[in-house]
């Protein structure tokens, strides 16, 4: 499992199973599954209320998705161009890295604009 920064919230995930379930951290009662018909991999949570999950497609091709964990709700999906190795965040700075099997520099540095929009920057080094 995994806790949130604040330890508000915990998530549930077993690698390569679909769904991921989020609980109260406190009661333990299961507040909502992000992912239900995806195969999650990886989960960081990015800010309290905010987690970044890597899922593989039934294609076999993966994305980070991002979810509120209160509400369940998707966030925005993220399409990685290649296999998904590692994935970590920064919750301080709001920053999502992504370590890529086949890339031209083999990571992705992502900044998450939080609050107001969602609106998401990519930038590669």
Same mark, same amino acid.
């Given at each position: 499992? !995994? *806790?949130?920064?604040? &330890?508000?919230?915990?998530?549930?995930?077993?690698? #390569?199973? =679909? #769904?991921?379930?989020? !609980? %109260?951290?406190?009661?333990?009662?299961?507040?909502?599954?992000?992912? =239900?018909?995806? $195969?999650?991999?990886?989960? $960081?949570?990015?800010? %309290? &209320? +905010?987690?970044?999950?890597?899922?593989?497609g039934s294609?076999?091709?993966? *994305?980070?998705r991002l979810?509120?964990? $209160?509400?369940? %709700?998707?966030?925005?999906?993220?399409?990685? &161009?290649?296999? +998904?190795?590692? !994935? %970590?965040?920064?919750?301080?700075?709001?920053?999502?890295? +992504?370590? !890529?099997e086949k890339?031209?520099?083999?990571? $992705?540095?992502?900044? +998450?604009?939080?609050?107001?929009?969602? &609106?998401?920057? =990519?930038?590669?080094?």
């Amino acid at each position: 499992g !995994l *806790f949130s920064p604040g &330890e508000q919230f915990l998530i549930l995930f077993n690698p #390569g199973v =679909k #769904g991921g379930y989020v !609980l %109260d951290a406190v009661s333990g009662r299961t507040m909502n599954i992000v992912c =239900k018909n995806e $195969k999650v991999y990886i989960c $960081k949570f990015l800010t %309290d &209320e +905010v987690c970044a999950v890597c899922t593989q497609g039934s294609t076999r091709h993966h *994305f980070i998705r991002l979810f509120n964990v $209160k509400s369940g %709700d998707q966030l925005t999906v993220i399409n990685m &161009e290649s296999r +998904v190795l590692c !994935l %970590d965040t920064n919750p301080r700075k709001h920053l999502i890295t +992504v370590g !890529l099997e086949k890339s031209k520099y083999n990571f $992705k540095l992502i900044q +998450v604009k939080l609050p107001g929009g969602n &609106e998401i920057r =990519k930038n590669q080094r």
